[in-house]
């Protein structure tokens, strides 16, 4: 190689590592004053009824949800169930594939009623770990499925990827043990449940999975995910059996989310917070017997 060409691509490869850098930044530093002002919008602004959360117009408005089909043969879907259920029920393309980015934003904003924001970065980040654009590329479900990617070990409704290659099925008894461990009224799930829980897969998943890894970051991702079923479902295991087990959304079912601009990031992330910082996973004799409150 001639000493231009190795100046030449040495150049292209630091400036564009440089603008990557600062367009992360950019974009970061957007998302964190967008969602400041919906937060405070939020703490002002009416609520939505609890009954009318979707928006008049959308599936799921008077929570009327499109009829419920399992996933067939060909279908693909992935390790969340949100997004599964959402395939479920034909709100995303009932195959899970070709589905862009953007359509993702607008669909689980409106299903779910997360703020626009969260709507915005978890897609674009997901996005950005698969090497493909928010604004023109579409995914197929299972392709959110990349190890360390979002899709972490010591999850609490699926088997390390070492052991389940297919991390679009359901893992029936984990998602029972976890729902039978709920103390609080009717036993649904309170954050110190999912706290006690997410410790104890941790210590299980660690003891067993000679490849285990759960960084700081997957640790964060790992609370944000269960983090959604104590905000978006209030810890209610009647409507979170179906939406686990069957990846269905319940008839009649509304986020339990009524702020008018949606659960904004920086709102979540003091229930993410709450649920991370109670694991006592450095303290494994903390989880000798099982998960529910009683034994711990
Ligand atoms: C915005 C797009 C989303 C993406 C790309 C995404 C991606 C993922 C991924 C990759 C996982 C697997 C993590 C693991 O290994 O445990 C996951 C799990 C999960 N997600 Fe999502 N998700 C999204 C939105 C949502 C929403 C809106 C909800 C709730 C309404 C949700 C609820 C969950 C739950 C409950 C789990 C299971 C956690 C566990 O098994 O520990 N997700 N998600």
Known sequence: MSSNSFFVIA??????????????????????IWDTLLALYNMVAPKRPANGVTPEGYPGANGLWPAYTPAQKDDSRCSCPALNAMANHGILPHS???????????????????????CYFVPNYIAGVLDRDYLTDSFDLSDIDVHNGIEHDASLTRHDSIFAKDQG???????????????GPNGNLTTADLSRFSGKRRVEAKAVN??????????????SNSSTMLTIFGGDIKDLRPFLLEER????????????????IAEFNSTVLRVELGI?????????????????
């Open 249 to 264: 959304i319940p008839d009649g079912w509304q986020s339990r989310i009524t702020k008018p601009m949606g659960l904004t």
């Open 96 to 118: 899970g594939r070709a589905i862009k980015f953007k359509d993702l934003s607008t669909a689980i904003r409106t299903t779910y009623n997360f703020a626009p924001t969260f």
């Open 210 to 223: 000679h490849q285990y890894s759960l960084s700081f970051l997957h640790k964060m991702f790992s609370s």
């Open 11 to 32: 150049s292209i490869r630091i400036l564009s590592g440089l603008f990557s850098t600062l367009k992360g930044v950019a974009i970061n530093a957007g998302v964190i």
């Open 280 to 296: 006592k996973e450095e303290l494994p004799s903390s989880f000798i017997g099982d998960a529910s409150g009683k034994k711990s």
């Open 169 to 183: 099925t359901p893992a029936v008894k984990l998602i029972e043990e976890l729902l039978a461990s709920g103390t």
